[in-house]
Protein backbone atom coordinates (compact mmCIF):
# COMPACT_ATOMS: atom_id res chain seq x y z
CA UNK A 1 0.00 0.00 0.00
CA UNK A 2 1.46 3.92 -0.92
CA UNK A 3 0.06 6.81 0.52
CA UNK A 4 0.28 9.87 -1.70
CA UNK A 5 0.58 13.68 -1.00
CA UNK A 6 0.35 16.48 -3.28
CA UNK A 7 2.27 20.19 -2.49
CA UNK A 8 3.41 22.51 -4.91
CA UNK A 9 -0.12 24.18 -6.27
CA UNK A 10 -1.36 27.92 -5.76
CA UNK A 11 -2.40 30.85 -7.38
CA UNK A 12 -0.37 31.74 -10.42
CA UNK A 13 -0.66 34.15 -13.50
CA UNK A 14 -1.79 33.11 -16.92
CA UNK A 15 1.30 31.93 -18.60
CA UNK A 16 3.24 31.59 -15.55
CA UNK A 17 4.72 27.83 -14.25
CA UNK A 18 3.87 25.33 -11.11
CA UNK A 19 5.57 22.81 -10.54
CA UNK A 20 3.51 20.20 -8.21
CA UNK A 21 5.09 17.29 -6.85
CA UNK A 22 3.18 13.96 -5.11
CA UNK A 23 5.36 12.46 -2.62
CA UNK A 24 4.80 8.70 -1.81
CA UNK A 25 5.28 6.50 1.64
CA UNK A 26 6.58 3.36 1.60
CA UNK A 27 9.86 1.77 0.32
CA UNK A 28 8.15 0.20 -2.56
CA UNK A 29 7.50 3.48 -5.06
CA UNK A 30 9.64 2.73 -7.80
CA UNK A 31 7.16 -0.78 -8.60
CA UNK A 32 4.03 2.29 -8.95
CA UNK A 33 3.25 3.57 -12.14
CA UNK A 34 2.22 7.03 -11.29
CA UNK A 35 -0.36 9.76 -12.93
CA UNK A 36 -1.69 13.02 -12.94
CA UNK A 37 -5.40 13.99 -12.94
CA UNK A 38 -7.09 16.97 -12.75
CA UNK A 39 -10.75 17.88 -12.00
CA UNK A 40 -12.36 21.41 -13.16
CA UNK A 41 -15.09 22.88 -11.11
CA UNK A 42 -18.31 21.18 -12.74
CA UNK A 43 -16.36 18.55 -14.75
CA UNK A 44 -15.25 15.07 -14.51
CA UNK A 45 -11.92 13.86 -13.46
CA UNK A 46 -9.33 14.02 -16.33
CA UNK A 47 -6.37 12.38 -17.49
CA UNK A 48 -3.23 14.90 -17.66
CA UNK A 49 -0.12 12.51 -17.28
CA UNK A 50 1.69 9.23 -16.60
CA UNK A 51 5.04 7.56 -16.32
CA UNK A 52 6.49 4.73 -15.92
CA UNK A 53 8.41 2.91 -12.79
CA UNK A 54 11.74 3.42 -14.25
CA UNK A 55 10.45 6.68 -16.16
CA UNK A 56 11.48 5.03 -19.15
CA UNK A 57 7.95 5.72 -21.00
CA UNK A 58 5.45 9.04 -20.46
CA UNK A 59 1.82 9.55 -21.43
CA UNK A 60 0.28 12.93 -21.87
CA UNK A 61 -3.44 14.22 -22.88
CA UNK A 62 -3.10 15.53 -26.25
CA UNK A 63 -3.95 18.55 -25.28
CA UNK A 64 -1.35 19.45 -22.94
CA UNK A 65 1.56 18.19 -24.58
CA UNK A 66 4.61 20.36 -24.86
CA UNK A 67 3.56 22.53 -21.85
CA UNK A 68 3.10 19.93 -19.25
CA UNK A 69 6.14 17.23 -18.10
CA UNK A 70 5.80 14.31 -15.64
CA UNK A 71 9.26 13.13 -14.21
CA UNK A 72 10.24 11.59 -10.87
CA UNK A 73 12.95 10.58 -8.52
CA UNK A 74 12.17 6.75 -7.21
CA UNK A 75 15.16 7.96 -4.51
CA UNK A 76 13.07 10.41 -2.90
CA UNK A 77 9.68 8.79 -3.56
CA UNK A 78 8.42 11.72 -5.74
CA UNK A 79 6.67 12.32 -9.05
CA UNK A 80 6.50 15.87 -10.22
CA UNK A 81 3.94 17.42 -12.84
CA UNK A 82 5.81 21.19 -14.60
CA UNK A 83 3.28 23.11 -16.07
CA UNK A 84 4.17 25.78 -18.23
CA UNK A 85 2.38 28.28 -19.90
CA UNK A 86 -0.58 27.91 -17.56
CA UNK A 87 -3.87 28.96 -18.95
CA UNK A 88 -7.06 29.84 -16.93
CA UNK A 89 -8.97 26.90 -18.79
CA UNK A 90 -5.90 24.72 -16.48
CA UNK A 91 -7.48 25.82 -13.31
CA UNK A 92 -8.51 22.33 -11.45
CA UNK A 93 -7.54 20.29 -8.59
CA UNK A 94 -4.50 17.79 -9.49
CA UNK A 95 -4.27 14.94 -8.35
CA UNK A 96 -1.71 11.73 -8.21
CA UNK A 97 -2.22 8.55 -8.23
CA UNK A 98 -0.84 5.56 -8.09
CA UNK A 99 -0.66 1.81 -9.98
CA UNK A 100 1.37 -1.23 -8.54
CA UNK A 101 3.03 -2.54 -11.78
CA UNK A 102 5.08 -5.39 -12.60
CA UNK A 103 6.51 -4.09 -15.40
CA UNK A 104 7.88 -0.77 -17.61
CA UNK A 105 5.02 0.88 -18.51
CA UNK A 106 2.65 4.01 -18.40
CA UNK A 107 -0.35 4.00 -20.79
CA UNK A 108 -2.72 3.97 -17.96
CA UNK A 109 -5.10 6.95 -18.63
CA UNK A 110 -8.75 6.10 -16.92
CA UNK A 111 -8.90 6.64 -13.09
CA UNK A 112 -10.36 3.10 -12.34
CA UNK A 113 -7.00 2.11 -13.53
CA UNK A 114 -5.34 3.47 -10.37
CA UNK A 115 -5.65 2.43 -6.99
CA UNK A 116 -4.16 4.96 -5.28
CA UNK A 117 -4.89 8.58 -5.02
CA UNK A 118 -3.84 11.69 -3.38
CA UNK A 119 -5.87 14.18 -1.27
CA UNK A 120 -5.47 16.56 -4.58
CA UNK A 121 -3.52 20.41 -4.39
CA UNK A 122 -5.65 23.49 -5.73
CA UNK A 123 -4.41 25.35 -9.16
CA UNK A 124 -6.02 28.40 -10.01
CA UNK A 125 -4.63 30.68 -13.31
CA UNK A 126 -5.72 34.00 -13.27
CA UNK A 127 -6.40 35.36 -16.80
Known amino acids: QVQLVESGGGLVQAGGSLRLSCAAS????????MGWFRRAPGKEREFVAA????????DYADSLKGRFAVYRDNAKNTVYLQMTSLKPEDTAVYYC????????????????????WGQGTQVTVSA
Open 97 to 116: AARYQTYDYSGYALPEEYSY
Open 26 to 33: GRTFSTYA
Open 51 to 58: ISRSSIRT
